[in-house]
């Protein structure tokens, strides 16, 4: 198959040795992830140095939050205004459990912090009700952002990425993921290990953590990081991190359990650093391999629903 147009990311197999990489020599045989989809980039060049069905649509969960994370950015909106927690909308309320207060007020920048480093989904609800137009204007930008980033295989259909309906390829969260790197905010939040929220109205505060633990991992240099998880997405994360000098961007998408994207993550760290990945635990394994086999139906569902 050939090269998804602007990403240089293969939609399946190995891409073409980039020999302006000091990693050209990189054997493609050599990794094994337990991730069904995958993308791994060079940020500086924008070459491919592994990807497996990268073309394949599918839910992101919270992965959609750097989205949200980036419309918010680039409406201008005040920051350091204090915003309104408002009565969750009826998919935010059914799925995703919130400590914070209903009708509390917490500045614009903690929620976008909150979003990203904790996934707290009330806190990507509120950016978006206080958009201008609301929710679906903030999801129609949301959409069109994708659109001016190249991400054609990709549909939003809320905030925070609890509906199924949140469609996208690994190649297209390629792009999401060197847009944000843009953002100095989406960066700094995102890879805060610990924060304490402070709200007024009545005055209270809540401590949060990362829910990416390579962030407290010395060994790790991490610029970026966005986990995600639905039940019809499987564990989702991606990361910037830096390897040898150079920035490397992950998508590792639908993986077996909350360990099996970290240990791919170290699994990409060890084949760019030693040239061997080492092996996929077999249950996740099973899990890749299995999912694999069902991606034509699972297809045909994610196209009849966007």
């Given amino acids: 198959m050939g090269l998804l147009l602007g990403t240089g990311v293969m939609a399946s197999g190995n891409p073409p040795a980039d020999t302006d990489s000091p ?3 990189l054997d493609r ?14 940020l500086e060049t924008g070459k491919t140095l592994y990807a497996k069905h990268a ?3 599918t839910p992101i969960a919270s992965i959609t939050k750097v989205m949200t994370a980036m419309v918010v950015l680039d409406s201008q909106q005040d920051l350091a ?11 935010t309320r059914k799925n995703a459990y919130s400590r914070m207060r209903i009708g509390s007020e917490l500045r614009r920048r903690d929620l976008i912090r909150l979003a990203l480093m904790s996934s707290e989904n009330l806190a990507a609800y509120t950016l978006a009700a206080s958009f201008p137009g609301g929710v679906e204007a903030f999801v129609a930008q949301m959409n069109a952002k994708a ?6 295989d990709t549909r939003f259909a809320d905030p925070s990425g609890l509906s199924r309906n949140n469609l996208s390829t690994a190649a297209d969260l390629v792009k999401m993921l060197l847009a944000a790197a843009e953002y100095p905010q989406i960066r700094e939040y995102s890879t805060t290990p610990r ?9 209270y505060s809540l ?12 060994s790790w240099d991490i610029g970026l990081s966005k986990t995600g998880y639905i039940t019809e997405a499987g564990r989702c994360l991606v990361l910037l991190s830096e390897f040898e ?38 249950a996740a394994l099973r899990y890749e391999q299995s999912k694999a086999k069902q991606y034509p139906r699972l297809q045909a569902d994610a196209t009849s629903a966007r």
């Fill in 29 to 42: 045989d050599r990794i094994q992830l337990g991730a069904v989809k995958a993308a791994v980039v060079e």
């Fill in 245 to 282: 000098g150079r920035e490397v961007a992950m998508v590792l998408l639908d993986a077996f359990g909350k360990l099996t994207p970290l240990g791919d993550a170290g699994r990409v760290k060890r084949w760019i650093t030693t040239g061997d990945s080492g092996r996929v635990a077999g």
């Fill in 147 to 152: 659109r001016a980033l190249g991400m054609k």
């Fill in 207 to 218: 401590g949060y953590g990362n829910t990416n633990r390579l962030v407290h991992r010395g």
């Fill in 55 to 57: 073309d394949w649509v």
């Fill in 81 to 91: 205004a204090w915003v309104t927690i408002p009565e969750p909308d009826r998919e």
């Fill in 195 to 203: 924060y304490t929220a402070r709200f007024r109205g009545p005055r």
């Fill in 23 to 25: 990693w050209a020599e």
